[in-house]
């Protein structure tokens, strides 16, 4: 499995604080196509002018379910979670029991589309329990999962979650895992895809214009 790092300098001038967001992931269910929030996977706090902080990751992949104790949108942080390691080629599924004890079963390959993993719900909870399902890799702590994107878990449901591999660094004070809102931090933000390419670093630098440029070695 590859290893990535993604350095963020700070040339702006200015003491600043950074997010790194990825691309929201397509979802479809069986009921439709839901909407999808996009979580502050990664925080980097404080950088001074000339300074810089990395982040290392993996191609792991994990199913994600949380508790939101406030409306979701943009600001909304996460409550009670958990997750399951999965294996998008290997086209995994995961059930969702939403009872106590609330979390994931076991893991079983297959059912899945192409390139996604699949998170099947139970019967057993309604809205009332405000449960969110998602997308979580591993951030600020190594080999802890963060959460990279939510959606509104509904019951009695089948989920196909296709992961898009685009990364996003953008400014601004988060606390990870945060709902952002993805089509303003994504207009002016640094933009990182390893997609194709042999390199596996990445420096993503914001200038004193305000701008970012990103280089790849």
């Known amino acids: 499995m590859a290893t990535y790092n993604i350095q963020v300098l700070n040339s702006s001038g200015f003491s600043k ?67 399951a390691a999965v294996d998008i080629t290997a086209q995994d599924s995961v059930p969702f029991i939403g ?54 878990a509904e019951p009695n449901d089948t989920f196909n979650i296709t992961p898009v591999i685009n990364f996003y660094v953008a400014d601004g004070a988060y606390v990870p895992g945060q709902i952002i809102d993805y089509t303003q931090a994504s207009t002016n933000a640094g933009t990182v895809s390893f997609t194709g390419r042999s390199q596996t670093n990445a420096v993503v630098t914001q200038g004193t214009n305000g701008l970012f440029t990103t280089q790849y070695y």
């Open 99 to 152: 009872t106590v004890p609330t979390g994931f079963g076991p893991v079983t390959a297959g059912g899945a589309a192409s390139g996604s993993y699949r998170i099947i719900a139970q019967g057993d909870f309604n809205s009332s329990n405000g449960y969110l399902f998602g997308l979580a890799r591993p951030g600020n702590v190594p080999n802890i999962p963060s959460p990279v994107a939510t959606f509104v």
């Open 17 to 83: 604080s950074y997010i790194l967001f990825m691309q929201p992931p397509q979802v479809t269910s069986t009921g439709g196509q839901p909407v999808v929030y996009t979580n502050a996977w990664v925080t980097f706090n404080g950088i001074q002018p000339g300074g810089t902080d990395t982040v290392t990751y993996t191609d792991s992949t994990f199913a994600y379910w949380a508790t939101a104790t406030m409306p979701v949108g943009p600001g909304t942080t996460m409550g009670q979670s958990g997750v």
